[in-house]
């Protein structure tokens, strides 16, 4: 039988006391379909967990962001750190489309800000989703992104544009996460 434990909660854990196994468990949360924002979470155990992460560094040593590809989760035996084979989930990439990019996904450092969406858009939000495309994608000037603003809003006053320019690059990157801002 697997318990939580109470000292999470700052309480006295009879069952630790006891020696019954505590759950480890780690939620990921996750899109299931084009065009639904709504975020679901599916929870696993330690090994599905260690699992994932050794999936997720590989990709980072491969310079791929995993946040940026769609994924297949399927049940099945998965090898843990110890070899031991056990049940779990695995994970693919498939080749569909990002189904939200990483600028609209909600903060990771408040879920206060999530619940009421409580930021505001720096550079309006109009031409972020025209920049979509160029989100984490390397430019060889401030000057060049300057110019792809330009000719993507040419109705736009120069000024403005420099501004946003300069806001959404961060060492010749485009980082679109930069267009808005949250609130105290």
């Known amino acids: 039988m697997r318990v939580d434990c109470w000292e999470a909660k700052g309480k006295e854990c009879f069952f630790c006391k006891r020696g019954m196994t505590q759950i480890h468990d780690y939620t990921y949360g996750v899109y299931s379909e ?14 599905t967990h260690s699992h994932f992460q050794r999936y997720f560094s590989g990709c980072f040593d ?20 110890s070899g031991l084979k056990m049940n779990g989930y695995d994970l693919k990439p498939t ?13 990771l450092q408040s ?24 989100d984490n994608k390397p430019m060889s000037s401030l000057i060049d992104f300057f110019l792809i603003l330009k000719d993507l809003f ?16 961060e060492n010749n990157v485009v980082d679109l996460r930069k267009a808005k801002e949250y609130r105290n």
């Open 34 to 47: 084009r065009g639904d924002d709504t975020i679901y979470y599916l929870s696993v155990n330690l090994s």
């Open 62 to 81: 491969n310079d791929i962001n995993p946040c940026d590809l769609i994924h297949e989760f399927t049940r099945t035996k998965i090898t843990t750190l």
């Open 95 to 107: 080749e569909e489309k990002m189904y939200i990019t990483e600028v609209f996904r909600p903060s």
């Open 111 to 134: 879920s206060f800000q999530n619940k009421v969406r409580d930021f505001k858009w720096i550079v309006p939000e109009e031409i972020i989703l025209k920049l979509v495309e160029y």
């Open 154 to 169: 040419p109705r736009i006053d120069d000024k403005k544009l420099k501004s946003y320019a300069i806001r959404l690059l």
